[in-house]
């Protein structure tokens, strides 16, 4: 058995022989290789992600700025909120004391037309009391003239005429000034 393996002719070399012409071959299928893949491989492959690079930080650079025109926008977007409440409060403010005016002042003037009323219908009953008056002492003094008549067409005497006539004078209705 063994004969038989010693009769197979050994190749040459070992895991330590090195073949000069297999080297000088393989640096140079190598530096082929490296040349094709620079000129046709390397080049597209990092064009492409140079570009792939370069579209995302286009679009992280535009979220940036997409994501701070949306805080300016939320700014801006509270802030008219808030001026719109304040302008909100100023009107209803505004229409409150307005309504407070007007409603005084249609007390004052209902006030006032109601002392206008007052007054003039105690001006009204001063003078019809004053007309109401006269025409009872001009009644009275009527009264008085025929009583006096009567009195001397029945020749009475003092007494009785006094009597008579302080009887009248009573008998009038007392008038309260």
Same mark, same amino acid.
């Given at each position: 058995? *063994?004969?038989? &393996?010693?009769? &197979?002719?050994?190749l040459a070399g070992g895991l330590t022989d090195i073949d000069l012409m297999l080297t000088v071959f393989t640096l140079i299928l190598?530096?082929? $290789?490296?040349?094709?893949?620079?000129? *046709?491989?390397?080049?597209? &492959? =990092?064009?492409?992600?140079?570009?792939? +690079?370069?579209?995302?930080?286009?679009?992280?650079?535009?979220?940036?700025? %997409?994501?701070?025109?949306?805080?300016?926008?939320?700014?801006?977007?509270?802030?008219?909120?808030?001026?719109?409440?304040?302008?909100?409060?100023?009107?209803?403010?505004?229409?409150?004391?307005?309504? +407070?005016? $007007?409603?005084?002042? =249609?007390?004052?003037?209902?006030?006032?037309?109601?002392?206008?009323?007052?007054?003039? /219908?105690?001006? %009204?009953? +001063?003078?019809?009391?004053?007309?109401?008056?006269?025409?009872?002492?001009?009644e009275v003094a009527d009264l008085a003239i025929l009583g006096a008549s009567k009195i001397v067409a029945s020749s009475m005497t003092?007494? /009785?005429?006094?009597?008579?006539?302080?009887? *009248?004078?009573?008998? =009038?209705?007392?008038?309260?000034?």
């Amino acid at each position: 058995m *063994f004969s038989n &393996l010693t009769a &197979l002719p050994l190749l040459a070399g070992g895991l330590t022989d090195i073949d000069l012409m297999l080297t000088v071959f393989t640096l140079i299928l190598f530096t082929l $290789f490296v040349i094709v893949l620079s000129k *046709f491989a390397w080049g597209p &492959l =990092l064009a492409a992600i140079d570009e792939r +690079e370069k579209s995302i930080r286009e679009a992280i650079e535009s979220s940036r700025k %997409q994501n701070a025109e949306a805080a300016a926008l939320l700014a801006q977007h509270k802030e008219l909120v808030r001026e719109i409440g304040a302008e909100r409060e100023t009107i209803i403010k505004k229409a409150t004391k307005e309504a +407070e005016d $007007f409603r005084a002042d =249609l007390m004052a003037k209902a006030r006032s037309d109601g002392e206008d009323i007052v007054r003039r /219908a105690k001006e %009204q009953i +001063e003078r019809e009391s004053s007309v109401a008056l006269a025409k009872l002492r001009e009644e009275v003094a009527d009264l008085a003239i025929l009583g006096a008549s009567k009195i001397v067409a029945s020749s009475m005497t003092p007494e /009785a005429q006094k009597k008579l006539v302080s009887e *009248f004078v009573g008998s =009038l209705p007392k008038v309260k000034n």
